[in-house]
């Protein structure tokens, strides 16, 4: 039995997604047994940024049941920017964070974030460009491959999807990880 047979995983996506981001965590959990959905604002295939992959979306953020999911995933590149206007999948975001599931986060998937205002007090990372942004948001930002911070688990770019990939591991087995001051 593979250590996340059982869980299901829902993917925060749009057009625009950064493609590995979208791509290679997904692929990790669904080896790890995880079963994984692409939820986005309306059904259909959804094009990655630089065009070299593709996914389909099967359900709705207005017709999923964040309770039926173990972990939310929101991977970055221009998606999160259409998705953070849309206030169905803002409160899908915020019911992972009111029920302390793992939420896990790379690069852009941060402003998804700092929109369903779930920041505040919290220690992240993302990429450079919008450190200003999660600041401003109420969040410390550190410069890592991976930050987890209580159920929030960040990371910056693609290179770090590895790190990111073990803390989602760790995460849904039930390890505890805390940043360090």
Known sequence: MSALEG???????????????GIEPVAFLREQGMEVTYIGLETGTVQGSDGRHEVEVTRTVSEADPDEYDLLLIPGGHAPEVLRLDETALEFTRRF????????????????????R?????TVTCVP??????????????????????????SRIPED????????????VGETVEIPD
């Open 161 to 172: 999807i590895p790190a990111m990939n073990e803390a989602i591991l760790r995460a849904l």
């Open 7 to 21: 869980k299901k995983a829902a993917v925060l996506i749009a057009d625009r997604f950064q493609d590995e981001e």
């Open 118 to 122: 779930v920041l505040p007090g919290r």
């Open 97 to 116: 964070f009111e029920d302390t599931k793992p939420v896990a986060s790379i690069c852009h998937g941060a402003q998804v974030l700092i929109s369903a």
């Open 129 to 154: 460009g919008i450190r200003d942004d999660v600041q401003l948001a109420g969040a410390r930002y550190v410069d890592r491959p991976v930050v987890v911070d209580r159920n929030l688990i960040t």
